[in-house]
């Protein structure tokens, strides 16, 4: 009986461990997938907030953009009605605002750079005597420099007569376009230069697309003077316009007598480049826009370019 009995305990047993392995096994997957839907959970969070502060970063930067807009437009801003006499006004005066690339610091996570397209060198307008000098104080000899101009030239202009009077080629051998038109965007330039990666990557910071022939070297950037002038002149243009209340023409008496001529003058035009920057928080966004003033217009800009 005894003997008999025993197998029986036996697999009574055996079924009990089995069910509560079993059981613990259910546990560990159920504990598994409650773990990963956490996870999930909290990554949809964290990828939630990382979208909303870059919502929040473009909205800020697209205000900040109007913001520049419109203190270009005013002389002075003020509240002057009684409904918002409580209100105050946070952006910076008029008086701060630069023209010449020098970063302005917005708000505590704005930063500001207004560029004005006349102190920039235009690169539709291949003849702009800067463009020789410059090439020159890159360190090129007369003959590369008029190969470069001339290169250049026979790109956007209409005829198929080379500079040197052969006939231009259909593209340059790195590829580049005869498209025998103004250019629409900086890659003729690259085309150009792309044998000269750092004169380029000097020649895309100090020139521009829209910029006119006319030039205001007190508006040139930092970059800009450095190339064209010597290292005094160009540092005393650099200290002496960051002071407040100073004059255009007194600015002017800086300036080499090279560089005084008709196309070169002292005054601002209407069309300037805006670039914002925006940190909140882990986000970072940058816009950029090209704007063009006109004052009998409704509304009195236009926006050239967005970034």
Do not use: C
């Not at 029986?8 to 461990?17: C, E, H, I, P, V």
């Not at 291949?126 to 790109?155: A, C, F, N, T």
């Not at 002017?252 to 480049?273: A, G, Q, R, V």
């Amino acid at each position: 009986m005894t003997a008999r009995s025993q197998p029986k305990n036996n697999s009574r047993y055996s079924q009990t461990g089995i069910a509560l392995l079993q059981v613990l096994l259910i546990s560990a997957v159920i504990s598994l997938l409650a773990i990963r839907f956490t996870i999930t959970a909290r990554d949809q969070l964290e990828m939630s907030a990382r979208i909303d502060e870059r919502v929040r970063a473009q909205l800020k930067a697209l205000s900040t953009i109007n913001e520049v807009i419109f203190l270009n437009l005013s002389e002075s801003v003020s509240v002057t009605s009684d409904s918002y006499s409580n209100v105050e006004l946070s952006l910076p005066p008029v008086a701060s605002l630069n023209r010449y690339g020098a970063p302005i610091k917005w708000s505590d996570d704005v930063e500001v750079v207004i560029q004005d397209l006349n102190g920039l060198l235009p690169q539709i307008f291949v003849d702009h005597p800067l463009w020789k000098v410059l090439l020159m104080r890159s360190g090129m000899s007369q003959e590369v420099v008029d190969r470069y101009i001339g290169i250049w030239s026979d790109i956007q202009d209409k005829d198929l007569v080379s500079w040197d009077l052969g006939e231009e080629p259909s593209k340059l051998s790195t590829g580049g376009l005869f498209i025998n038109g103004y250019a629409q965007n900086d890659k003729v330039l690259k085309w150009v230069f792309s044998d000269q990666p750092e004169v380029l990557n000097v020649f895309l910071k100090v020139s521009d697309i829209n910029a006119s022939f006319e030039t205001n070297m007190l508006n040139a950037p930092k970059e800009l003077l450095n190339a064209l002038l010597d290292k005094q002149a160009a540092e005393t243009i650099l200290s002496s316009r960051a002071l407040v209340g100073l004059k255009a023409g007194e600015l002017e008496t800086l300036l080499p007598d090279d560089y005084k001529t008709e196309t070169i003058y002292t005054h601002n035009s209407n069309k300037i480049k805006v670039n914002v920057r925006v940190k909140l928080l882990d986000s970072v966004w940058e816009q950029s826009q090209t704007i063009s003033f006109y004052a009998s217009s409704a509304p009195p800009y236009k926006v050239l370019l967005k970034k």
